[in-house]
């Protein structure tokens, strides 16, 4: 059905003949016919079972082609929030992918998200249950200011974020990084600087405020720059809609090191969990990096890069 809303909206937006060229669950491939250039019109899923490590991109950082990403992921890297990197904020080397965040950005600035930083996603398979690795390091120098969205995350039937009206069939779980430290107008400087931590990040049809539940949880060390940590998540989508016995799950680990295993990790949040009023599967992945929160205490002066390597997706 989703994969429906697009080609209908793939049809108004080119407003040529297009042809569907291949169709199963797994992968769509939608191209214009009267010029075959490859176009933001690809939708084509990646596997539902993929390791990334970024291994082949030695040499400098230099600019991520969205092409290069295809590659990678092993399917179409769909933008959000705008074009694919507008202003260099994508770039791999080193065997790692980086982004950059823009100083004095955050997610409601001149260029939004992406902005701020960069974002995409991936369609997956569908699914009713996914489980997600990463590593991710802060640079040298990084200021960890009031927080962001970082890294990958799950997307639910018509997902959801952003502060909006939670719908009976959408939610997503991400992470944010969090800290006390606030961005002073007056003085062009962070405040109240302390420890920063990992949080979780859900929207959900029960969610109890407007921005994403983070359900009291957080990690119990400070983060620190380069430092690699490991983030794990599970989501079980529910296929009842009980509110006391809910079959649907929640389950995000974080722990310092690349690469760790789900039992190295310290266990954030794992319970039996309803995410939608309408039973729906899982059929996105999103990566989120991006300051905000949306008001000015959440940028931070300097510009800041984030290293991702080892992710990992399986559909359980
Ligand atoms: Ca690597």
Redesign the pocket.
């Known amino acids: 059905m989703i994969l429906n809303m697009k080609l209908k909206l793939a049809f108004f937006s080119v407003g040529l003949s297009v042809s569907l060229l291949n169709c199963t669950q797994d992968e769509l491939i939608i191209t214009d016919s009267e010029d075959s250039k490859p176009s933001s019109q690809r939708i084509m899923a990646v596997p539902s079972i993929k390791t990334v490590?970024?291994?082949n991109r030695t040499g400098a950082y230099s600019d991520y082609s969205q092409g290069e990403a295809d590659s990678d992921f092993g399917g179409s890297v769909n933008t959000v929030g705008g074009s694919w990197d507008p202003s260099n904020h994508a770039t791999v080397g080193n065997?790692?992918f980086r982004v950059k965040l823009a100083p004095m950005k955050h997610s409601a600035t001149s260029g939004g998200i992406n902005g701020s930083g960069h974002n995409f996603d991936l369609a997956v398979p569908n699914g009713g249950e996914y489980e997600l690795k990463f590593a991710v390091r802060f640079e040298n120098g990084f200021q960890f200011g009031r927080g962001g969205k970082i890294g990958f995350g799950i997307s639910i039937g018509t997902g959801n974020s952003g502060g909006k009206t939670p719908p009976p069939d959408g939610g997503s779980l991400r992470f944010m990084w969090k800290s006390p430290a606030k961005y002073d107008q007056a003085t062009n400087k962070l405040i109240n600087v302390g420890g920063a931590y990992f949080v979780p990040y859900a929207y959900y049809s029960d969610q109890p405020n407007q921005y994403g539940d983070e359900f009291g949880k957080r990690s119990s060390f400070d983060l620190t720059t380069n430092q690699w940590y490991t983030l794990y998540m599970r989501v079980k989508t529910n296929t009842n809609t009980s509110t006391t016995s809910p079959n649907g799950a929640i389950e995000m680990r974080v722990g310092k090191g690349s690469n760790l295993t789900k039992a190295q990790m310290e266990e954030l949040i794992n319970k039996p969990f309803k995410w939608t009023d309408t039973p729906v599967n899982i059929n996105k992945l999103s990566f989120n990096i991006f300051r905000g929160g949306n008001t000015i205490d959440w940028v931070t002066p300097n510009t800041g890069y984030i290293h991702i390597?080892?992710v990992s997706w399986k559909k359980l």
């Open positions: 490590d970024f291994n065997s790692l390597d080892n």
